[in-house]
């Protein structure tokens, strides 16, 4: 089973703000974890150093035993590729490309899919895992923003990550939507993913297997 270690995580902003203080957190395949705290407490900077975004100022980021953090730039970009999925508040959906093209898109530079063809057929499985198979051939503007956001998380799955990072998902959705975004996500650890998802966003605490409250900068004890 993989995983992601963060260890002493520290961030300084313009060498004036620190955004992170010595945070360190586990993210287990298998696992849906959530990082709640109040605006500016650090938690999408959290996710950023995670999702090997952005680099510490100092500490170390190890998955699945290796420590990533000090690869060259090439390097972190590649396990970034093959290792990590994305999901953020704005869908960031291509609005001239239907929701299946959106999904090939991550896929294009990946080597392990040889022809287009084949990308074509995964980003359709994709987008029957989301509950979106009568969706595909549609554009952005056609789909509501519960919907795109469904495309965003089939997207995130396009290189077969084991891990999936959300910052504020269903900040831009009702709650029905929200309900759906977060059952999907769910799921996906269920699958074996290991998820986390930053929000101050109360409903998904039902959710988590593990929960963390960040507070300028600090990561509190974990609670279930
Ligand atoms: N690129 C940046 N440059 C300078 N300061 C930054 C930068 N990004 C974040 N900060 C600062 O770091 C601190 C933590 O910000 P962060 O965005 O991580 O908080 P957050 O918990 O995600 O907040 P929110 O709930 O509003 O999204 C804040 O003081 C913020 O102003
Ligand atoms: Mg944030």
Do not use: C, W
């Not at 000090?70 to 999925?85: H, M, W, Y």
């Not at 077969?160 to 029905?176: C, M, V, Y």
């Amino acid at each position: 089973m993989n995983s992601i270690v963060a260890k002493d995580l520290v961030k300084v902003y313009n060498q004036k703000v620190t955004a992170l203080k010595e945070v360190s957190i586990t993210i287990n395949q298998g696992e849906f974890i959530v990082v709640m705290g109040h605006s500016g407490s650090g938690k999408s900077t959290l996710l950023q150093m995670i999702g090997l975004l952005d680099l510490p100022t100092s500490g170390s980021i190890f998955i699945n035993s290796k420590d990533v953090s000090k690869l060259p730039k090439n390097a972190i970009a590649d396990v970034r590729q093959k290792s990590l999925g994305f999901v953020f508040q704005a869908f960031h959906l291509n609005p001239q490309l239907k929701a299946y093209e959106n999904v090939m898109l991550p896929m294009l530079i990946n080597p392990e899919y040889k022809n287009k063809a084949e990308m074509e057929k995964k980003a359709k499985e994709l987008i029957d895992v989301v509950g979106l198979s009568e969706r595909a051939e549609h554009y952005p503007s056609q789909l509501s923003g519960g919907e795109q956001q469904r495309v965003a998380v089939a997207r995130a799955l396009a290189n077969d990550p084991d891990f999936i990072l959300a910052d504020e998902p269903t900040g831009n959705l009702d709650s029905e939507n929200e309900v759906i975004i977060f059952t999907l996500l769910k799921e996906l650890a269920q699958q074996g993913k290991g998820i986390m998802v930053v929000s101050h966003n109360e409903s998904i605490l039902e959710y988590a297997d593990r929960v963390y409250y960040m507070k300028d900068g600090v990561l509190g004890d974990e609670k279930r």
